[in-house]
Each structure stands twice: as C-alpha cells, then as structure tokens.
C-alpha cells in the first residue's frame, strides 16, 4: 500500500469530531466514554494544542485494545466528604473519567465554595487544561493536574526520578478572554519531543540530558535513554513535585518509579494518579465584581510599555482562545504529524480516513 506523504490537513470540528467517535465505535469504547473522550481531544485541537489533542487517540485505543485500558471499566468513589472525594478510575477511559471528576468537584465546590477531587489507577488523560477550562466556563476557578511515569531528571540528578506532571488553571473574566496556563513542569511536553522525532526536525539543548547528565540534542534515544529536564531548573522541579504529592501520594495512585508509560508497549496499567480542584467564586464574592477585577488587572498587564520590536502583550491562554475563534470559523488545520497519527488510527480500527480528508 502507498503511504501518503506527511502533509498537512484541513477539517472541521464536527468532522473530526465525527471520525473519533467511530473510532472509538469501532474500539469497544461505550457512548458517553467516546463522546466526553472527543470533546476533550477536539477541543484541545481546535486550541492549537496539536500535541495533545487528536493525535493521541491512536494511543489510548492502542491501550484499550492491549487492555492497559478497559473498555468495560468505569469509575466509582471510594471515599468523600463535603469538600473533598477520591476515584478509583479502575483503568477506564481516563479522558472520561477525568472529565467526570472534575465535574464531581465543581458539583461539591457548589455546596461547599472549594473542592478537591483525587483519581488513582487512571492513564494519560490530554491537556490538563481542559479540564480547568470546564471550571472556569462555570464561573468557576479551576486547578487540574496529574502524574506521570519518570521520564525526568531533577537537579543533581542523571537519570529519571520524575514525571512531566502538568499543572493548569483556568479563572473566568468579565469583558476579557477568561485566563488559563496549561504547562508541562518540564522544559517541554514530552509529546514535542516525539513530533520532533516524526517530522526529523531538530531540538534545542535545553530539553533533554544524556545518560550522564549531559544536555544534548540527540533524540534518538529517547525515551529509552536520554531523560527530560524540568523548566527553570529548581523551580520546575519544585513544582513538579506538588503535583506529585498532590496526584499520587493523597490518592492512592503510583507514586515515581511505580507510573508506567502509556506510550511504551508495556503489560502492566498505567496507575496514574489525577487532582481537581475547583472554587465557587461567587461564594467569595459576587461573580460579577470578580469578573470586573479580573478585567482590571489583564487590561492593567495589556497596557504595560511594550519591549523594543514587541507587537503586543498576551494573557495566559489567549493566544489559544484567539486560535480556537480562527478554527471554528474556518476549520482545524492540522499538522502533518496529527494527520499521520489519524491515518494510523483509522488504519488500526478498519475506518476509510480519506472520508475525513478529502470533505
């Protein structure tokens, strides 16, 4: 069979939207599971977040079909307070589980004003910041974050001790685009490395160390060999470890060294571990006068001197709001590598990809 060349492609929402569903129709995945798992990857597409969006379906329903991710599975509380629940996702879809828990802990923040949310024995669950977004759509600021297996040096360190564990946030505003972060605490997502590795284009020095320590640019041993470092140094590694505390030690999930890959053919469950927590802001105070504070304080960093050659100043998450306008006007442009990964998934589950790519 003649393989298309990489390039780039143009869909719509509701088409891709569409070929994942079927997709996972065609992996055993029930309706709500696939439905939630669509809007979480779609959405985070339609943001400009490539790494972390379509392209990952091929290797969740890779581990559903290996059974590192169960199909059949969905998850149950298995303690919780006013404030407060643990889930055990039992190996479910993690993008649904995690959907669903954060829904759990804006539900208990209505009753209470702030509510946390901890999952174990879970997988990759995508962009911590969707989930801190379905907050901030509520009124609501949202935290979100999860572990991951080691694939990071802290320092002093020359081989792994730490996930990427991403953290995010998201806070509604008034006038303004509402905020939100959504980073890796490593200097990079682990997903830029393997989109570098597909395309063959190259990396700084800055993102990987060899097996002694030493920064390089060679990714060819990665993950096998050479190991992730996190960003700003002490900083990352510092926060990387309150994701760590907050996601796998309160939770019951693995903690380091007991997190395998979802990325690696591997027998065993991923056992990541998940945190959500979400604060009713209008139990503080009214939702209108925090949404025109909030105004206040990103039109006050807008108006800052602008540096030499700077064309404006962004708030955190606008640039992918102002993306997410431009995709759903005019469709989503994906990039070479997520259109591969889609055309390996249709190929993988029997579906024609050439009905989502010739519309």
Same mark, same amino acid.
């Given at each position: #069979? ?8 143009? %869909? ?10 079927? $997709? ?23 943001? +400009? ?52 828990? #954060? ?22 669950? @995508?962009?911590?910041?969707? =989930? ?22 802290? *320092?002093?360190?020359?081989?792994? !001790? ?6 995010? =946030?998201?806070? *509604? ?22 989109? $570098?590795?597909?395309? +063959? ?22 993950? /096998? ?11 990352? =590694?510092?926060?990387? %470890? ?6 796998? %030690?309160?939770?019951?999930? @693995? ?13 065993? *469950? ?46 955190? @998450? /606008?640039? /992918?709001? /102002? ?11 994906? *990039?070479?590598? !997520? ?21």
């Amino acid at each position: #069979m003649n393989t298309p060349p990489l390039t780039s492609a143009r %869909v719509t929402p509701e088409d891709l939207t569409r070929f994942c569903l079927e $997709a996972m129709r065609l992996s055993g995945l029930n309706t709500e599971d696939a439905r939630l798992t669509a809007e979480v990857l779609v959405t985070t597409d339609t943001l +400009g977040t490539f790494t972390h969006g379509t392209r990952q379906l091929r290797g969740l329903l890779k581990n559903v079909r290996s059974g590192r991710i169960r199909a059949d599975a969905h998850e149950t509380v298995t303690a919780q307070g006013p404030a407060w629940a643990l889930v055990d996702a039992h190996d479910a879809m993690p993008t649904a589980v995690a959907y669903r828990s #954060m829904e759990l802990a804006m539900h208990k923040a209505k009753t209470s004003g702030i509510s946390f949310v901890g999952v174990k024995q879970s997988s990759h669950y @995508g962009a911590a910041g969707f =989930y801190a977004n379905l907050a901030a759509r509520q009124d609501m600021f949202g935290l979100s974050m999860c572990n991951v297996d080691p694939c990071m040096a802290v *320092p002093g360190a020359k081989g792994r !001790v730490l996930g990427t564990n991403p953290i995010a =946030y998201a806070a *509604p505003a008034g006038t303004e685009k509402p905020l939100f972060l959504d980073i890796a605490t490593s200097a990079v997502a682990a997903t830029k490395i393997y989109t $570098a590795k597909t395309l +063959g284009h190259p990396i700084p020095d800055t993102w990987l160390i060899d097996e002694e320590g030493v920064p390089t640019r060679d990714y060819s041993q990665f993950p /096998e060999k050479t190991v992730q470092v996190p960003m700003a140094g002490h900083k990352g =590694y510092g926060l990387a %470890v309150l994701v760590e505390i907050l996601t796998a %030690v309160l939770t019951g999930a @693995g903690i380091l060294s007991e997190v395998s890959s979802w990325v690696l053919d591997l027998p065993t *469950p991923t056992n990541e571990g998940h945190a959500f927590i979400a604060i009713d802001i209008g139990q503080i105070m009214p939702i209108g006068h925090f949404k025109t504070r909030m105004d206040q304080m990103i039109q006050e960093i807008k108006s800052a001197p602008l540096a030499k050659d700077a064309q404006r100043i962004y708030l955190p @998450g /606008e640039i /992918e709001l /102002e993306r997410q306008e431009q995709a759903l006007a005019n469709g989503i442009l994906l *990039p070479p590598d !997520v259109v591969a990964s889609l055309r390996g998934t249709a190929e993988d589950v029997g579906l024609d990809a050439e009905q989502l790519f010739t519309h």
